[in-house]
């Protein structure tokens, strides 16, 4: 699942906005305080009523690509 450019919300931080860089272990965050890094570890991501697990998105994009 591709989450650059997208609107998320962090469960566990009550945090919401649009992220805009990714690495291996970290979401950065667009939020009206700033960007926030986000590890995706031990957090879960809510975009459009769907949920990801972070524990599922450690990796690099390109890594975790299953066609």
Known sequence: MQLLGRRVKVMSMGI???VVYETKNLLYISTSKGIRKVPKKGNTFINDKKKYLGDKLVGRP???YDP
């Open 16 to 18: 919401q906005g649009t």
């Open 62 to 64: 390109w890594e975790r």
